[in-house]
């Protein structure tokens, strides 16, 4: 057995509702809008997913925000808002079965937020704001920590520490770019391997590591032709899942448009991550 899978080994398992995260376990796709838009086309998105998860034998976990609070412009799209989002968010669980995960920024919104959904996530902004790090992990709920463009990833074992002491260690770990000079990010694949060593799922997400911050006129700006190469390097170098913003058109999305992967694409792309994760795990 190589050392690689000793490492894969060691990584506990994290259940998102029913999907099982890490271990020993084949690779997990979290994906969705950046935003909900609407109540009907998140909900056309969530059962297309769910068909692709199905047909292509991926565990999937619905990602959508319901507020987008970290905008750049005062003019952005933000989203329905607590109250209309995660109504949204429990018609997708009840109607598809999919577990959801979604972004929480204020500490007032974890209670309301949790009674729906699996997994909370830590935005890359915020992931210092102990106030809402402890909130999110007394929720008992799964925390997802988006490693902030601004850290080293060894840092992030002190974001682990603080989920860690209200005594809940349902924890994933997401690389999303380090900030590489001005309105531009880079992915250092190694950034996957430092985080794996503090024994929790590593989620490496492709689109927002393929963001330009604040590189539009008035927001920020991407280049999605690259997210599908980065998603295929970092299922190489050895993560437990791929996060992808997605869209039926991207070009007409309300938020990160320009980094969003066209709906069309992914099942392509879930084929090739999956076979790559396959041969690092040796299930080939």
């Known amino acids: 057995m190589s050392a690689e899978r000793k490492k894969k080994q060691a990584v506990r398992t994290i ?28 909900l056309h998105l969530a059962r297309r997913l769910a068909e692709l998860a199905e047909r292509e034998d ?18 952005a799209y933000r989203g329905p808002g607590l109250d209309k989002g995660v109504e949204v968010l429990k018609e997708v669980k009840e109607r598809y ?23 909370l996530q830590l935005p890359a902004f915020l992931c210092r704001q102990t106030d809402l790090v402890v909130a999110l992990g007394e929720s008992g709920k799964v925390v997802n920590i988006k490693k902030g463009q601004f850290l080293a990833p060894w840092d992030v074992r002190h974001i682990v520490e603080k989920v860690e002491h209200t005594g ?51 927001g920020t700006a991407g280049d999605g032709r690259w997210a599908p190469h980065l998603a295929r390097a970092a299922v190489a170098a050895g993560c437990d899942g791929v996060f992808l ?12 448009r320009d ?19 396959d041969v690092v795990n040796g299930r080939t």
């Open 15 to 42: 259940r998102v509702g029913s999907v099982p995260v890490g271990g020993k376990h084949p690779l997990v796709l979290v994906a969705g809008p950046c935003v909900i838009e609407d109540r009907r086309s998140t």
């Open 168 to 218: 809940n260690r349902r924890i994933l770990l997401t690389e999303r770019g380090a900030s590489f000079g001005y309105n531009n990010l880079v992915a250092d694949m190694r950034s996957l391997l430092v985080m794996r060593e503090f024994g929790y799922p590593v989620i490496f997400d492709a689109t927002h590591s393929v963001q330009l911050p604040g590189a539009g006129a008035s």
């Open 259 to 277: 980094n969003a992967i066209r709906l069309a694409a992914v099942p392509a792309l879930v084929r090739h991550v999956k076979a790559i994760d």
């Open 58 to 75: 991926i565990s999937v976990i619905f990602k959508a925000s319901y507020d987008k609070a970290n905008r750049t412009s005062i003019r």
């Open 245 to 256: 913003e997605t869209h039926v058109t991207p070009a007409k999305a309300l938020s990160d």
């Open 97 to 119: 079965g999919l577990p959801v995960l979604t972004d929480v920024h204020t500490v007032a919104e974890v209670e309301q937020a949790a009674a729906v959904a699996d997994a």
